[in-house]
């Protein structure tokens, strides 16, 4: 699949933001709030499926190969962090919440928030599990207390962002997908 120089810069942007967003973060028990789902889901809205995958994707490769881009630095043995099941989740989401607007398009806040959501479900279902799934292999059994304590407030925050994004994308949804979108 060959990438034009304007769609690896947009991949790259969102790769960079994601970096961002992990950085921004707010002390809180368990897990830091960070933006990286705001970010995410920006890249699926204003990039597209495709797009918004790959940046996900390098996002997640610059960490693994050490760069300290998570939230809690970075390198291979990453995959052992419960939350590394939502940095998974960020990628699917990404390609889940590009392939909707695509389809059902963003012309509308509840077609944009549909899309979002759908996305949100995915981090959720994935960074979830794969939090169950560790916490069982190294402890012998399910953290459900890691499990229950990320999921209200997080989730919380999470789809305040994430309607916070769906508002803003609609209300300017025309002259941002026309930008980024366009074919030079």
């Not at 368990?30 to 597209?48: D, M, N, S, Y």
């Not at 994935?126 to 799934?133: D, E, Q, T």
Request: aromatic content about 12%; some cysteine; glycine content about 10%.
């Amino acid at each position: 699949m060959k990438l034009s120089l304007k769609e690896m810069l947009r991949v790259s942007i969102f790769a960079a933001l994601m970096v961002v967003g992990a950085y921004i973060k707010i002390p809180f028990p368990f897990l830091p709030v960070t933006l990286q789902g705001f970010f995410c889901a920006f890249a699926g809205i204003l990039l597209g499926a495709r797009l918004g995958l790959m940046s996900q994707l390098v996002y997640i490769l610059m960490g693994l190969i050490g760069l300290p881009v998570f939230s809690n630095g970075g390198g291979v043995t990453y995959v052992l962090n419960p939350s590394f099941g939502y940095i998974i989740g960020f990628a699917l989401a990404a390609y889940i919440i590009g392939l909707l607007s695509e389809k059902i398009g963003t012309g509308t806040l509840r077609n944009t928030l549909i899309s979002l959501y759908s996305g949100l479900f995915v981090i959720y279902l994935i960074g979830l599990g794969y939090a169950y799934a560790i916490s069982l292999v190294y402890l012998g059994k399910p953290n459900t207390a890691f499990v229950s304590m990320t999921i209200v407030p997080y989730l919380l925050k999470d789809m305040i962002l994430f309607t916070l994004a769906g508002v803003v994308v609609k209300s300017t949804s025309e002259l941002i997908r026309h930008q980024m979108i366009s074919k030079a």
